[in-house]
């Protein structure tokens, strides 16, 4: 298995969903209950470095708030304008960074930074990772000649 190759089709299938709009997909495609983690560490720093600690975190309510499909924007790093149809495996795969077999980050092209990450989960990549603020993902260009 190829985790770069794998992992590109799983995010494929998770801004499939995203586009879609089908949210039976989109539910398939991540993981909760490590999202509500992942989020709820980011927003407690955020509080912390102003001083306030909130017990117990953010609510699930406003957690599951920021999970949706309208939280993923995709946009060509070249133009910074929104992509018109979906990424293709080589834009996908261009910009993920392989952590082991089981564990990618989709990079954003324009800052170089992590901003999602999917995690392969009984046979399925799940995103399992994402920023607490919506941050567009900025992917290289097609390459010439690919649909």
């Known amino acids: 298995m190829n985790p770069r190759a794998d ?14 709009g089908d949210r039976k997909a989109f539910e398939a495609a991540v993981d909760r209950p490590a999202l509500h983690a992942d989020l709820r560490g ?24 920021l999970i949706t499909p309208q939280a993923f924007v995709l946009v060509d790093a070249g133009t910074g304008q929104p992509l018109a149809g979906p990424p293709a495996l080589d834009q996908i795969a261009g910009a993920l960074q392989v952590a082991d077999r089981g564990h990618v980050c989709l990079m954003t092209m324009t800052t170089k930074t992590c ?6 989960h009984e ?11 919506q941050t567009p993902v900025a992917l290289p260009p097609k390459p010439q000649g690919r649909p």
Do not use: K
């Open 7 to 20: 992992g590109a089709r799983g995010v494929q299938e998770f801004f499939q969903a995203v586009r879609s």
């Open 42 to 65: 980011q927003l407690a720093a955020v509080g912390r470095q102003y001083g306030l600690e909130v017990e117990g975190g953010a609510s699930e309510f406003s957690l599951d708030r």
């Open 115 to 120: 901003v999602l990450r999917f995690t392969r």
């Open 123 to 133: 046979g399925r990549w799940r995103l399992t990772g994402m920023p607490a603020r």
